[in-house]
């Protein structure tokens, strides 16, 4: 099974050529969390005791809320989920998260602050697989 934490160079370029002048865009994440969160190789921000993976994405958000609003962004929704009403009976998720931006270039310099980047490795320890789907409005 292949898992998706982070984009690829060619589906970053295509996300910015695809909505580069569209506006607003709104982020549809899907989490999965690991039982356990996993720092293998991110020290400088590995806790003392061991964490969920659950926990470790609090942190996360902890810390990313604030980077996220100095780039303009914000937090439309964050709520629990499990299996799809209609979708694959194999594919479930822990949480939901909607996330709107005012544009690309601001999801940019919030994907790129200094702040964010020294502590997203705590999405990176908590996540067992995700989903990242960006969402411009109709007509635009």
Do not use: C
Not at 11 to 32: C, E, P, R, T, W
Request: aromatic share 10%; proline share 4%.
């Amino acid at each position: 099974m292949q898992n998706h934490i982070t984009p690829t160079p060619e589906a970053g370029k295509q996300f910015y050529q695809s909505f580069h002048d569209k506006g607003k865009i709104v982020m549809l994440n899907l989490i999965k969390y690991k039982v356990t969160a996993d720092y293998t190789g991110l020290d400088s921000i590995k806790p003392a005791q061991s964490l969920s993976g659950k926990e470790a994405y609090k942190l996360y958000m902890n810390h990313t809320l604030p980077a996220l609003e100095k780039a303009g962004g914000r937090l439309l929704f964050f709520g629990k989920s499990n299996a799809f009403l209609i979708g694959p009976e194999s594919e479930t998720w822990d949480a939901v998260l909607l996330v709107e931006h005012q544009s690309v270039e601001q999801f940019m310099a919030f994907a790129q602050d200094a702040d964010y980047l020294k502590t997203m490795g705590h999405r990176t320890a908590a996540l067992e697989d995700s989903r990242l789907l960006p969402i411009s409005q109709l007509g635009k």
